[in-house]
């Protein structure tokens, strides 16, 4: 389909369509949603308008609902397929891409500290209304302060990132009860006067994400709704620290579509624009007999399948403790599985911005003309890819080689 | 086991157990395997004897008929469990990671261009012998020349490389037919007096693969032997072009198995001797803290994980194509499992040499002493990446990624 | 001086300061340049106004008449003081830099193709009048046609690429002579109403270079004027061929002056904002203490002195060439100062490329905000270093190293 | 000339004619040592004997006393000229090239540190007898002790490296005064009964430098002859700190010359042997049209010019530092100086490395052969290349570059 967002939300290409049941189904169905994000990809970045259409986009897909229940009407499927969804989408446009990423996380965030009532109801809520989450928890920031008044929390306070933000139905927050060291998760409306979102994301890439800052102003919840608090008190899991290597592994997914399609705008420039060297070696008639484009794309490819097959081999690892008994988890399985996707990162970030900066030799020079618009994909993939140092990755895996350590959980990487 | 493959002979250490009848049980044995040849494996590849007692081992384990069939007494495993184990070998010796890889895809020949009848005489034989296969083919000397004797055809001609060789009980060989187009293979017992080795392989590494020389003179076999003849006539599959993808990723495992190996050896020393530089940063007191040393542990263990799971991957899509019905395999499903493979063989070379060359690196100035041995990975690495040249594989991906051109079947690659 | 281009033009900083006389004291006068261009090179990048005030702060500086006669008031420094000032420029903008390049080129193209005479009236003129040239001539287009009327000369056409165009007094043309293949290059004032500016010049970096297009419409030369030609033949030496490794040698200065300034703002967001990593590793407490920091940017700076070390030496080399008797150069001569040249543009473009993505990654996520601007260095070198494919120079040091092949001078690399 | 080391011996080629007297002059005479030991260099390293005919050859070539005193017969060249000369040695043959560049430094020790009156001894007495260093002070074993016994110093301990040892005149020995913190150094003849050299050096690499472990028995001297010592207390100048930055350069130019080795080495091979691929992409009669060796050749000469280049002008700063006055010396100049060779040393370790493996890509299977022996240039730049970790060069480079701090002077690197 090579329609743009605007076109497919009014045609409803799915309206039709018997639902996907299987896996294959529903990456079908997001590479369908990643060929019409792509057609315009670039204007849209430029635009930087608030993503409104591009989430309803995924809501009309169904992919909004792909983890939740059936019985609610959810896809029910698993993490394993959600990762090669968001690689997918982000094949099309790398910050729709982080945002469906990010929805997951923050849909899954009650399964991770939640009680069984609570993920009830959540799950319940999102799935039925096919509603779209946000999140404002950056860790680098002050946590939010929550007071308790009654049988109420009220969270006060600023974040400096809140991905999804405005376009999002739910937003997840985090904060520390006041005289406390309790950290205290709620998801709460996105709709509502104590909210109120900065506009204040201006950066090099990953622009349509509504990354900017937040305010939270008496902000309320029930203290039944503090997420994983029995008689306030935490009932604390191993499972919830599932949360650092099943984010990070979002991003390592986002990561290697945004090299997937990079390299899919990249070769379809070259065969179609670029022209043979008019110099040097043999007689060339095309630039599809160019030694170094072949060499170039080949090397390319190779190592975005081999980071790919890594991905997929750490999404299978995590769904399986994710779909499992919470209580059974060990730190030793979180452990194998974080150093894993450790290593994931890595090399999704490396071959992400190899991918964003060779593509221009391996096209030409016109190919810089912003007519073009080919640096969407270094942007993009610099942009996240600095959001925690990656030579700690390195590290990290390396205490494992080396000394047969596991991470320590921590709030951020 | 810590126990040398001499003291292993002796001991017979798989007599008294159940075979494995799994896949996971097969890998497990091999896994003993190559403990038993990383004890001596230095020591071995310096002595450069005839690697009898090591096939002997494996013959012993039960990993030769691994492929054969059940009703023969093999094992009955596909290629995909094969691949993994020619890379769990080769990390306790690079040597003998290609005699057993090499020995797979021999023993598979009768399948790729053979007719039923000789596939069904073949597999009863070296399956319910546990023979060794070597072979005698390289591509790039000139085929042996074969002459019609009544309903003999006879081999003559010499060969630069004939893998195997000395500790093979059969033998594969490769002609044209003389006044012919028609290459025949045969496959004939490797103890007769026409075989001669000429015990010249000299190299840099893998030097326990008796890869050298031979000459063939008068060697025999019925019209009825010839592989894929039927009168005289052959029959021709694309099936039997799947040799070159079998091979090769035959070939990239046992570069991930010695970089796997080389990995391992690196940690233990830098674990057990390497000091704290006295000089620059922070006060260390153990190697365990030098951020160089676990930074590059995790950049080439990130690397070694993303080479395995392409490979593995790879290996699960050309295993599919293997064990089907020979008919049905198209020239697409060929080309699509040679390109990935084609990728594999690269990331696999990359990480063998980095690996190789890194770990002196990462574990210090005396590792270089020849008592330690930690070159035989580098050796090992270095000599077998060479057989085709790896430029050619990443244009052969570029080719894909670009042109969506699927490799042409040769002889060599 | 942190002035702004702006704010230096006022004050004319240089009015009552004695001209420098010395290699070192013209390079001091650059460096100043560098760092007033620095002070808002991001800001004027992005508003491209045509750089007017940029030239006219070149001019005062006297960098324009660098190597113009001393008679006629030039400083009269040689090439290799000329490349260093190019790299100096480029630090602080790398549009300017590339500009600064382009006009000592074409300042010297008299010398290269013209007659003395041609060569005594033209350094005069530009020297004198403190003139500032573009160009018009690149040969991946069609050549402009040149038809003769009477003593006189008329170019038409159109080219896509005129580096400098509306902020230039003089352009160079360049035609082949209806009828013949005679290839004539001619020097034109600018402003005159057959040379009329696209201003269509919209690439990714080096947006201040007034590359877009030009169309030509009867302009016209006295045939007398016609570079190099004497009674209408051409007069043809090897030292013309010296172009395409001065210009190449052009390049790789601005790379690196892009490379320089890039190193200069990460290293100074990087001691002023980013904070150490709270996890992992010992206790820091300032950026400045992390390991991954130090290591990386002392990586980047080994490469960029190397590449700065190789420059220098082929400007010397070059330099000696193009200050000598133009009669005495030998093909020898010019292919092996091209050779050099072409190694440096190889290190110039990975440089300045690596410099300008690893700088974010040793800075920190904040760093990507568009208020940091950081991005300007990547799209800098990222656009010019795809004027012709890196590639092809490796090759022709291949053929040097590998055959002992000195390149063939072409018309464009 | 094609000569071996041994009929060079015989022939004495440089008997009748005049010694060389410009620095130029000093490098053709090195250049063609350097192409006397490459004959046989692979043999002789094989062989591991006492390189005692190599050291002869240097002393017959008029190398040994380069920087000697003109007056005592000396060539009373500069350290800019040792580097260079170092580095041309090396291409011939990497052990030599170590020798030559160790015994330098000792040479120069007693400028370091020794007084007026020593220097003047020393300086003399190695000239005017043609005499070759060693030493045995690697600080990372223990220090000698040292005890007084009346008017003399006797040195007592084991050392595990002695670069040289066998086949010099004189030993550099340090110790620990007992009792005190005092390093004193010493000079003494090799050929004593308390000096026992172990015979212990079998490395990877550098097998020629006979730096195997020494004992050190009740070898004395007289007090007067304590370097720098006056009255029996240290006169302690910043330029003494020069040792290491002055060693680390020397260190840097033997692996450059290994790299220049290898290349040569390399392209030899592949003018003569290598064959052209015979499948993918164009008809092809010569490897000398093979774009992958051409483009590899290309990136690997390039990448070796550069450092160099680089080497060439750290060589020039820091001779101009050795060569000067030595109270004038102050610890910002060294610190500079050491930055730049920490660069050097870096660019020289990956350049070596690279070249070592990359040669048999760029050769062919067959250049694995042990006949050809194409692995000596790996094997020596693996040895020496880890004498101290590269990623502390990289943090000093960083260092400076990031918080303008020079590296504090150590005893080792």
Redo the contacts between chains.
């Keep these: 389909m090579t329609i743009t967002v605007q076109e497919a939300l009014s045609s409803s290409p799915w309206a039709d369509q018997p639902r996907p049941t299987t896996a294959a189904g529903w990456l079908d169905r997001a590479a369908e949603v990643a060929g019409i994000l792509a057609v315009d990809a670039v204007e849209r970045d430029r635009a930087q308008a608030v993503p409104a259409a591009e989430v309803q986009l995924l809501k009309d897909a169904g992919l909004v609902t792909l983890l939740g229940p059936v019985e609610h009407g959810g896809a029910g499927q698993t993490w394993e397929t959600a990762y090669q969804i968001i690689r997918e989408i982000a094949s099309g446009d790398g910050s729709i891409g982080q945002l469906i990423g990010y929805h997951y996380l923050w849909a899954w965030a009650v399964r991770l500290v939640g009680t069984p009532d609570q993920i009830a109801a959540v799950e319940e809520l999102y799935t039925t209304q096919n509603f779209f989450f946000g999140g404002a928890v950056n860790p ?1 920031d002050n946590d939010l302060t929550i007071t308790e008044d009654g049988d109420e929390l009220v969270y006060n306070g600023r974040k400096s990132f809140s991905t999804g933000s405005k376009i999002s139905d739910l937003t997840v927050l985090e904060g520390v009860l006041e005289g406390t060291e309790k950290h205290i998760f709620a998801i709460v409306p996105t709709q509502q006067e104590g909210i109120v979102f900065l506009d204040d994301w ?4 990953q622009r349509l994400t509504e990354s900017g800052g937040v305010t939270i102003t008496d902000v309320r919840i029930p203290w039944a709704a503090a997420a994983g608090y029995v008689d306030k008190e935490p009932v604390e899991l191993t499972y919830g620290t599932l949360n650092l290597p099943t984010i990070q592994l979002v991003f390592a997914n986002f990561y290697l579509g945004i090299a997937k399609g990079g ?1 899919k705008a990249g ?1 379809a420039y ?2 179609e624009k670029t022209r043979a ?6 007689d060339k008639e095309t630039a ?2 160019e ?13 975005l ?3 790919e ?2 991905a ?2 750490a999404g299978r690892e995590i769904a399986v403790l994710l779909h499992a008994d919470r209580e059974a988890l060990t730190p030793e399985q979180r452990g194998h599985a974080a150093v ?1 996707i ?3 990162k ?2 999704a970030t490396d071959v992400s ?1 190899e991918v964003g ?1 060779k593509i ?2 391996l096209t ?2 016109r ?5 073009v618009g080919l ?1 969407i994909f ?2 993009n993939a ?2 996240h ?19 047969n350590k596991i991470p ?1 959980p ?1 709030w ?2």
Tied chains: 1, 2, 3, 4.
Excluded: C, I, M
């Design positions: 680098r201006d950066n090099l890439g390299l070769t070259a065969r060297w008019p110099y040097g070696g043999d599809g007999e030694w170094y484009l072949l060499e170039g794309y080949g090397r390319l490819q190779s190592q399948w081999a980071a097959a890594l997929d081999d894993r450790a290593a994931v890595q090399l911005l900066t221009f030799e030409g020079a190919a810089s003309s912003n007519a640096d270094w942007r610099r942009t890819t600095l959001h925690d140092p990656v030579a700690y990755k390195r590290r990290e895996v390396g205490e494992y080689a080396l000394l320590e921590t951020y990487t």
